[in-house]
C-alpha cells in the first residue's frame, strides 16, 4: 500500500512514467455508471493512459478480458452477484497480471479489506470519495498510483538488469529471519510464508509499510494463515521460535542483546530514512544480534529502504534473498538491493521458501 512516505519517493519518477507509459489501457469495473464516468474522465486526463473499457460487474469484466488485453484494473468491491475481492484473483489470471488497484469506500482508514486485497495480489488500494464529488487530493493521489503501476509494468518488460549474486555458505542453525518489503509486498509475504518448510523454525520478523491503523489487520492476517502464531512486536518482547513479530506502524522494530538473550526493540526513530517503520533498523539489528546466522529477504516494494541495512547484514556474512523483478509488484527495494551486488540469490518468493529450505533445515 503506498503510504505518505511512498509518494514523497515516488514523485521523482513521475516525469520518467509520464514519458513511457503511453496508452497504458485501462479497464474500470464499478455497478455505478456515475463513478465509472467520474473515474473515466480522471484516467483519461492523465497524459498516456486510455480507458479501454468501462463495465458494471466482475462478469463483463471477465468476459472483455477473454478476448482483450489491458495493463491496469480499477476494481470496486461491492458489485451485484459477485464481489470485487471474490472475482480479483480470475481478473488477475484473465489479465495476464494486470496491476489491478481497488478504489472503494471500504478502503478506507485502518478496514480489513485493504489487507485482504493486497494478500489477494492487488498491487495498490485508494478510498473512494463519501459522495460523488472528487476533490483534488483525491484525483493527485489517483493519478500517482496509476504512473507507479504503469512504470511498474513497463519495468518487467525490461531487460532483467544483470545483477552479481553474493555467494554465502550460511552457518547452521538459522536464528532469525527478516523480511522487508512495501508495495505488492503483502502477497509476496504470503507466498513465501505459505511456501515456506515447517521445520524452519526461527523467529521471522516482518517490516512492512503499511499506516499504523492496518498494522494489527495486517498481523491478524498472516496469523490468520495458520502457519505459525504471528502478531505485533512489543517493545522488550522475548523472540520465540515458530512466531511471526510484525513491525507496528509507530515505530520501528530493532533487537537488543543482553546477558545472552535478545529481545525486541520498538525504536520511535532512526536517522536517514523517511519511513515508519523502516526496514534499516531491522536489518541492521539483526546484523548486530545474529551475523551470519541470521538472513534477510527483500520482497516487493517502492524506493530502496533496506539497502542500509542489507549492507550490514552482508558485512556479516548473512545471506540476503530478494525477490525477482517479474514477480515483483515494484521492484525498487529488491532491486536495490541486487544492483548493490548483495544479493545471495534473486527468486520469486515461493523459489526463496525452498532455497531457504534446501540451505537451512534445521534440527528441531
Known amino acids: 500500500m503506498t503510504g505518505s512516505g511512498h509518494l514523497a519517493t515516488a514523485r521523482t519518477g513521475l516525469r520518467r ?6 496508452n497504458s489501457r485501462v479497464l474500470i469495473v464499478d455497478d455505478s455508471l456515475v463513478t465509472r464516468s467520474i473515474v473515466q474522465r480522471i484516467v483519461e486526463a492523465l497524459p498516456g493512459f486510455c480507458v479501454a473499457a468501462s463495465v458494471a460487474s466482475a462478469e463483463a469484466a471477465l468476459a472483455y478480458l477473454a478476448d482483450n488485453g489491458v495493463d491496469i484494473i480499477i476494481l470496486d468491491i461491492e458489485m451485484p452477484h459477485r464481489d470485487g475481492l471474490d472475482a480479483l484473483p480470475d ?24 489487507i485482504k486485497a493486497l494478500a489477494l495480489g492487488a498491487s495498490d488500494t485508494l478510498a473512494k470519495p463519501d459522495r460523488q464529488f472528487y476533490p483534488q487530493d483525491f484525483i493527485a493521489a489517483f493519478h500517482t498510483r496509476l504512473q507507479l503501476l504503469a512504470e511498474a509494468r513497463l519495468t518487467r518488460r525490461e531487460t532483467v538488469p544483470v545483477v552479481l549474486a553474493r555467494r554465502v555458505v550460511p552457518p547452521c542453525p538459522l536464528h532469525c529471519i527478516a523480511i522487508g518489503s512495501s508495495t505488492g509486498g503483502i502477497s509476496a509475504i504470503h507466498e513465501l510464508l505459505t511456501a515456506l518448510d515447517p521445520r524452519i523454525t526461527a523467529p521471522i520478523l516482518i517490516t512492512q509499510h503499511l499506516p ?39 515505530a520501528h522494530l530493532g533487537l537488543e542483546r543482553h ?15 523517511a519511513y515508519l ?3 534499516d ?32 547484514l552482508a558485512e556479516t556474512g548473512a545471506p ?5 523483478v517479474q514477480s515483483s509488484t515494484i521492484w525498487g527495494m529488491p532491486g536495490a538491493v541486487a544492483r548493490a551486488g548483495l544479493a545471495s540469490v534473486i ?3 515461493t523459489g526463496i521458501a525452498r532455497f531457504m529450505a534446501d540451505c537451512w533445515l534445521e534440527d528441531t
Open 212 to 250: 499504523t491503523e492496518f498494522m494489527p489487520h495486517f498481523a491478524r492476517h498472516i496469523d490468520d494463515l495458520g502457519l505459525r502464531p504471528a502478531r505485533l512486536a512489543t517493545h522488550r518482547g522475548k523472540l520465540e521460535r515458530g512466531h511471526i513479530y510484525c513491525a507496528p506502524g509507530d
Open 91 to 114: 481478473l488477475l489470471e484473465a489479465s495476464h497480471d494486470a496491476k489491478v488497484l481497488v478504489l472503494s469506500s471500504h478502503c478506507g482508514t485502518g478496514d480489513q479489506v485493504v
Open 320 to 324: 540476503i534473498y530478494v525477490q525477482d
Open 277 to 279: 517503520p523502516s526496514v
Open 17 to 22: 512514467a509520464e514519458a513511457v507509459a503511453a
Open 347 to 349: 527468486l520469486p518468493p
Open 281 to 312: 533498523p531491522m536489518l541492521e539489528s539483526v546484523a548486530r544480534c545474529f551475523g551470519a546466522s541470521g538472513v534477510g529477504i527483500m520482497l516487493s516494494g517502492m524506493g530502496s529502504d533496506g539497502i542500509n541495512g542489507a549492507h550490514a
Open 259 to 273: 546477558n545472552g538473550q535478545v529481545r525486541m526493540l520498538l525504536l520511535p526513530a532512526w536517522p536517514n530514512t
